[in-house]
Antibody
């Protein structure tokens, strides 16, 4: 069974840092591109990052570029999102999802909530 | 960047009646391989989004055949032939043409 499990969310002060993890199981993780998508409370979905299968090509939305860093460890089947200089507008549920063959999001994690507040 | 614009942003439908959602992209999502890199998702209340339609018109595994996707280039439509109570939620289109993906604003479907 394919599973994506996000972890690492929580309450952090503005300007602080947090690292999210997405642990994959039930499929060959190293064959898939992976994404991070977030959703602020009561708002829509926002794409924020894509990591190709070996981590050699990574893209970011302008809203997080320079502050967030995506990476992956294919030996551990884990996708990471390192978040720095956090702002109130980064408050959201963060989802990881996989892509193959141009089809993104056939499986999503349950999400992890990040709250940026003093 | 590719901007995705959905309409309407909300709709209320009687069970058994059809529903239609439009998504327009600021750039063509059709590649030379003949595929449109546009997907549809449904986020039911309290749940993670789920894939409904991929590459413009292909139903994802397990998706009922009352859902269909059509369109090409910059104009796409999601149709529900007969709405059921379980179809409530927010529908999103997403483009996967470029390295920077993007979603539409979402369309909230309610049952009358």
């Amino acid at each position: 069974e394919v599973q994506l499990v996000e972890s690492g969310g929580g309450l952090v002060q503005p300007g602080g840092s947090l690292r999210l993890s997405c642990t994959a199981s039930g499929f060959t993780f190293s064959h898939y591109w992976m994404h991070w998508v977030r959703q602020a409370p009561g708002e829509g979905l926002v794409w924020i990052s894509r990591v190709d299968s070996d981590g050699g090509s990574i893209f970011y939305a302008d809203s997080v570029k320079g502050r967030f860093t995506s990476s992956r460890d294919n030996a551990k089947n884990v996708l990471y999102l390192e978040m720095n200089s956090l702002r109130g507008e980064d408050t959201a549920v963060y989802y990881c999802l996989r892509e193959v063959g141009g089809v993104a999001g056939d499986y999503w994690g349950q999400g992890t909530l990040v709250t940026v507040s003093s | 960047d590719v901007v995705m614009t959905q309409s309407p942003l909300s709709l209320s439908v009687t069970p058994g009646e059809p529903a239609s959602i439009s998504c327009r992209s600021s750039q063509s999502l059709l590649l030379d391989n003949g595929y449109n890199y546009m997907d549809w998702y449904l986020q039911k209340p309290g749940q993670s989004p789920q894939l409904l339609i991929y590459l413009g018109s292909n139903r994802a595994s397990g998706v009922p055949d009352r859902f269909s996707g059509s369109g090409s280039g910059t104009d796409f439509t999601l149709k529900i032939s007969r709405v059921e109570a379980e179809d409530v939620g927010v529908y999103y289109c997403m483009q996967a043409l470029q390295s920077l993906y993007s979603f539409g604003q979402g369309t909230k479907l309610e049952i009358k």
